[in-house]
């Protein structure tokens, strides 16, 4: 690939993240003015890709979920990936699957254009959706990003869900709506929620001049009444600077008033903003 796509998600296969995943493609819908009809049929054929990780693709461990969402104009590709089993788990292929019902076949490949089942290197299944997205508004497309993927400091495989997403209107509609849905699986009052996608809104929108490279990243931890937000990769020097340009009249700085610490971390040369959120009530 010669770019990154336009949103990855990294989430594990618990049916909880299904509905982030739905979340972000209602915020892409949004954001290129996808109609209702080609918005039911992604989500429809998406979920059947993601629900068969879910159910198939792991041990009673589980492992991880990769989603990528490339917006190509007239189509729109969705790329749903597991490092599992893969097709030929019980020596069975993707056709003998979809005789039992396992793999929601039928279902995908009516809603797609055309759809690719492969067992990448690595192991896993990969399904390579490609939906017909006509009168869409195209958006500018993210060049070759010399951070391949984005890196982020300190981030030691504890996140809840990590997400990639570019260009920064696309991040406005993405990002507060996927944080909207961590806090309340962290339990944080209607209150704080509210709060949480008041920050992401001013992260989002003050961010575009920090990034160092083209997309934006974060990275969330959720814990019991607490999340942990990683954003970046940042222009090295650029993360207090994002702080202070966060500052609405009235609420002073957003993202200082709304979380409840925040740090500045490095790697590579690029800054790493952690901010901690907290609801004790």
């Given at each position: 690939m010669d770019r990154l796509p336009n949103v990855r998600l990294d989430v594990s296969n618990g049916p909880e993240n299904v509905l982030l995943v739905r979340e972000t493609l209602m915020g892409v819908a949004e954001t290129v003015g996808l109609d209702?009809?080609?918005?039911?049929?992604?989500?429809?054929?998406?979920?059947?890709?993601?629900?068969?990780?879910?159910?198939?693709?792991?041990?009673?461990?589980?492992?991880?979920?990769?989603?990528?969402?490339?917006?190509?104009?007239?189509?729109?590709?969705?790329t749903v990936r597991d490092h599992g089993e893969g097709l030929g788990r019980d020596s069975r292929s993707a056709e003998e699957a979809e005789e039992d019902g396992g793999i929601g076949l039928p279902a995908i490949r009516a809603l797609t254009r055309s759809v690719e089942f492969a067992e990448p290197p690595g192991g896993g299944t990969k399904v390579s959706m490609l939906f017909a997205?006509?009168?869409?508004?195209?958006?500018?497309?993210?060049?070759?990003?010399?951070?391949?993927?984005?890196?982020?400091?300190?981030?030691?495989?504890?996140?809840t869900?990590?997400?990639?997403?570019?260009?920064?209107?696309?991040?406005?509609?993405?990002?507060?709506?996927?944080?909207?849905?961590?806090?309340?699986?962290?339990r944080f009052s209607t209150d704080r929620i509210s709060e949480s996608q008041l920050l992401a809104d001013a992260l989002v929108a003050h961010a575009?001049?920090?990034?160092?490279?083209?997309?934006?990243?974060?990275?969330?931890?959720?814990?019991?009444?607490?999340?942990?937000?990683?954003?970046?990769?940042?222009i090295a020097g650029c993360a207090e600077?994002?702080?202070?340009?966060?500052?609405?009249?009235?609420?002073?700085?957003?993202?200082?008033?709304?979380?409840?610490?925040?740090?500045?971390?490095?790697?590579?040369?690029?800054?790493?903003?952690?901010?901690?959120?907290?609801?004790?009530?």
């Open positions: 209702d009809g080609g918005l039911c049929d992604i989500r429809t054929a998406v979920t059947e890709a993601c629900n068969n990780v879910v159910l198939h693709a792991y041990s009673a461990d589980g492992g991880p979920l990769e989603v990528e969402i490339e917006l190509l104009g007239e189509a729109t590709h969705v997205t006509p009168g869409v508004r195209a958006l500018a497309q993210p060049p070759a990003d010399p951070l391949d993927p984005p890196v982020l400091a300190e981030v030691d495989g504890s996140a869900a990590t997400v990639s997403v570019a260009p920064g209107e696309l991040a406005q509609a993405v990002i507060p709506r996927m944080l909207c849905m961590l806090a309340a699986r962290a575009a001049g920090s990034l160092s490279g083209t997309h934006l990243t974060m990275a969330v931890r959720v814990e019991p009444r607490a999340m942990q937000l990683r954003v970046g990769p940042l600077r994002l702080l202070v340009d966060s500052d609405v009249q009235g609420l002073g700085r957003v993202l200082e008033t709304l979380a409840d610490s925040h740090r500045v971390s490095s790697v590579d040369s690029h800054d790493t903003l952690t901010l901690q959120l907290r609801d004790p009530h």
